[in-house]
């Protein structure tokens, strides 16, 4: 079940997502927040689509970045926290609520410009606005 009003950014309630409070979720007094998913596989809900490179724990400006190795010719992509649907700690996996299909039409991640504010829009747009063209 999607949050509503998704936000894009922003980890979502563990209670919401079977994610473990204290990991997920609490802040530090630097404003981030959660582990290091570094190396974690991700788990589209059809399959698996990559490794995680880079993990932000900003509060309210989380992201993953996902190297989608062979299966998009080598390409990454830029996944907002809000669709992290769970983690599983002991299978270092992440499970993201979003078909690979998807994924695959996302916005095309580019390392020079991803964390601009005009990126940042576009992808942001492109989830939320998944969300009501591809309910679940």
């Known amino acids: 079940m999607q949050p509503t009003p998704f936000t894009p950014w922003a980890w979502r309630e563990p209670s919401t ?9 609490t802040a530090d007094e630097f404003g ?12 589209a809900t059809d399959g698996h689509i990559g490794s995680i490179d880079k993990a932000s724990h900003d509060v309210g400006d989380s992201f993953l970045v ?15 926290a809000g669709t992290v ?7 270092r996996k992440v499970y993201v609520d979003r078909t690979k299909e998807q994924i695959k039409e996302s916005p095309e991640y580019d390392k020079e410009t991803f964390e ?10 492109y989830y939320t606005g998944s969300y009501r063209d591809f309910p679940r």
């Open 17 to 25: 997502s079977g994610n473990d409070p204290v990991t997920a979720r």
């Open 32 to 43: 981030t927040t959660g582990v290091d998913l570094v190396g974690y596989k991700v788990e």
């Open 66 to 80: 996902v190297d989608t190795g062979p299966w998009i010719f080598g390409s990454k992509v830029l996944l907002p």
């Open 85 to 91: 649907q769970t983690f599983d700690h002991d299978e």
């Open 116 to 125: 601009s504010p005009e990126y940042r829009q576009q992808v942001g747009d």
